[in-house]
């Protein structure tokens, strides 16, 4: 399968309201099949270095419908890397065939080591990592949520040439090398707005870690109270912006941050004749575990 990134479309929202700003959809998403959106800009260059120091096994971490461990599982089978999952939660072993992401991840080669939540803690420790070494052997290790100095130079080439034109670049938060990366990739004139997914104030000291841009702010009012949290309001968003657009949005990453956006707009947080672009950053594969989850509470689902 191949990776399209020369002409990725960008695509205008036609907004059904009025309004002085143009709002446009940079469709990540459809990069590749399996490996899309900041998952494959964020492993591009993880597994240009993985090959070139000759590992054969990619090593990383994630939780029941981690995006990052479906990707990491897809682009290790298509590469020719064997892949090993540490994945958060010791009862999903007994889970794995009604999970669509880690069935998806097995099914793509991955092998998994099931731990506690207080062991998967200790995933960066460097006595966990020798441990793991001495069970698995040789890895390349890459970090939760693929987030690391390669992520956020892969993550800065989301802005091109053809990117110059907007004002405003707005993209979803989760670990901070995606926005991270956007900042050190966006013109001098454009401000990033990156909206988290996750409740809590400790992402600003994350990303600034990661870039020493000052160009972007955190909008921290749509994260819908916290991370995998979704209300029918939003899911009646999503669904109605997929029928408006034919665009679909995930519930934990995109569809929170073009709720924010549209919302912003409406309250007229953005000056007149604005380009917004939304960076559609993929995570669609997580809509079928959702949609189990929201169905055992007998709530809407996407569609």
Not at 147 to 160: D, F, P, R, S, Y
Not at 195 to 209: M, Q, R, T, V, W
Request: aromatic letters at 10%; charged letters at 20%; hydrophobic letters at 35%.
């Amino acid at each position: 399968m191949q990776f399209e990134t020369e002409n990725i479309p960008i695509q205008e929202v036609t907004l059904n309201f009025t309004t002085n700003v143009r709002l446009f959809v940079k469709r990540e998403d459809v990069i590749h099949p399996f490996v899309s959106g900041n998952k494959f800009r964020k492993l591009k260059y993880n597994l240009a270095k993985a090959k070139k120091e000759k590992h054969n096994t990619l090593l990383t971490f994630g939780g029941a419908f981690s995006n990052h461990i479906a990707a990491v599982a897809a682009a290790g089978k298509l590469h020719g890397f064997n892949t090993i999952g540490i994945i958060r939660g010791e009862e999903l072993i007994h889970k794995i065939d009604s999970n669509p992401t880690l069935k998806f991840a097995q099914k793509n080669g991955m092998q998994f080591k099931f731990v506690t939540r207080e062991v998967y803690r200790e995933k960066t420790a460097e006595t966990f990592l020798a441990q793991l070494t001495d069970e698995f052997g040789r890895f390349y290790n890459i970090p939760e949520g693929g987030t690391n100095a390669l992520a956020v130079q892969g993550c800065a080439e989301i802005i091109t040439e053809n990117e110059q034109k907007f004002d405003t670049v707005c993209c979803a938060v989760g670990t901070g090398g995606t926005i991270a990366g956007i900042c050190n990739g966006a013109f001098s004139h454009q401000q990033i707005l990156g909206f988290p997914a996750l409740k809590g104030d400790f992402l600003a000291a994350e990303i600034s870690k990661l870039t020493n841009k000052r160009n972007w702010k955190l909008i921290t009012d749509y994260h819908f109270g916290g991370y995998g949290k979704v209300s029918d309001k939003l899911v009646t968003f999503i669904n109605q912006f997929k029928q408006q657009t034919n665009i679909p949005l995930d519930p934990i990453y995109t569809g929170k941050m073009l709720y924010g956006i549209i919302d912003l707009i409406k309250n007229g947080h953005f000056a007149k004749q604005n380009r917004i672009l939304a960076i559609h950053s993929g995570g669609l594969q997580g809509i079928e575990g959702m949609n189990q989850k929201l169905q055992r509470k007998g709530q809407k689902t996407i569609e």
